[in-house]
């Protein structure tokens, strides 16, 4: 799926570059930071999906869109909050609000309505790995590798081995992003993936590295049901 970026900031640029390179079903075709150079780039080329800034030198990108005769697909990345309903009645596909993680943008390219972009864009639930933002890096994390995932106040501790790294999704997120047949909710704070898990004695999980999570109340004779005969 061809797509093209307008956005006037680089490091913006650089971010949704990375995205789209990471997702592996999206080709790029060029980077502008002027809707009105667009214009008559569209006449020439054909392009499947616009990943469109609000904020632009000299034409807006609510006005880019309104001035456009025939568009492709838009998906609007922006800092302000403010325009989400008129953009949706312009029928945009997405509006992702800055800064976003990887897998909202992976969300967004699965709702462009191709047959083409819904066989390449996995499922959160089939994907293999994730991104995790930490302050300025994204940090690779491969689904299989994950011993636990814990919530902490206002952001989530995903385990990997003695590493620990943080994400600002909240545990809902993990429990809706994973495969349910895979990470299973244990505590109300804890998720731990079922294939690390060593032993069950009493209210405690132990998993490999002699990590050992605690078994709530609540989430203990469904979790028993599930793996003890």
Same mark, same amino acid.
């Given at each position: 799926m061809n797509c093209?970026?307008?956005?006037?900031?680089?490091?913006?640029?650089?971010?949704?570059?990375?995205?789209?390179?990471?997702?592996?079903?999206?080709?790029?075709?060029?980077?502008?930071?002027?809707?009105?150079?667009?214009?008559d780039f569209l006449k020439k080329e054909s392009v499947d999906l616009i990943f469109l800034d609000i904020h632009l030198p000299r034409l807006?990108?609510?006005?880019?869109?309104?001035?456009?005769?025939?568009?492709?697909h838009v998906i609007l990345t922006t800092a302000f909050s403010d325009y989400a309903l008129e953009s949706y009645d312009l029928d945009v596909v997405d509006y992702l609000l800055k *800064?976003?993680? #990887?897998? &909202?943008?992976? %969300?967004?390219?699965?709702?462009v309505p191709t047959s083409k972009a819904?066989?390449?864009?996995?499922?959160?639930?089939?994907?293999?790995?994730f991104f995790i933002k930490s302050g300025y890096e994204h940090i690779r994390i491969l689904v299989a590798d994950i011993l636990f995932i814990k919530s902490d106040?206002?952001?989530?501790?995903?385990?990997?081995?003695?590493?620990?790294?943080?994400?600002?999704?909240?545990?809902?997120?993990w429990?809706?992003?994973?495969? *349910?047949?895979? #990470?299973? &909710?244990?505590? %109300?704070?804890?998720?731990?993936?079922?294939?690390h898990i060593e032993k069950i004695a009493g209210n405690q999980v132990y998993l490999e590295g002699g990590k050992q999570i605690p078994i709530g109340r609540a989430y203990k004779e469904s979790f028993l049901k599930r793996f003890v005969n």
């Open positions: 093209i970026i307008i956005e006037d900031q680089p490091p913006a640029q650089r971010i949704l570059k990375k995205y789209i390179e990471d997702i592996g079903s999206l080709e790029l075709k060029a980077v502008f930071s002027d809707a009105i150079q667009v214009i807006s990108g609510i006005d880019f869109l309104k001035v456009l005769p025939q568009r492709p *800064p976003f993680s #990887f897998q &909202r943008f992976v %969300k967004a390219v699965g709702k819904a066989a390449s864009v996995p499922t959160q639930q089939e994907r293999k790995e106040a206002d952001y989530t501790e995903i385990h990997i081995g003695e590493k620990k790294h943080l994400s600002g999704e909240p545990l809902r997120y429990l809706e992003s994973l495969d *349910p047949q895979q #990470f299973v &909710r244990v505590h %109300k704070s804890y998720i731990v993936n079922s294939s």
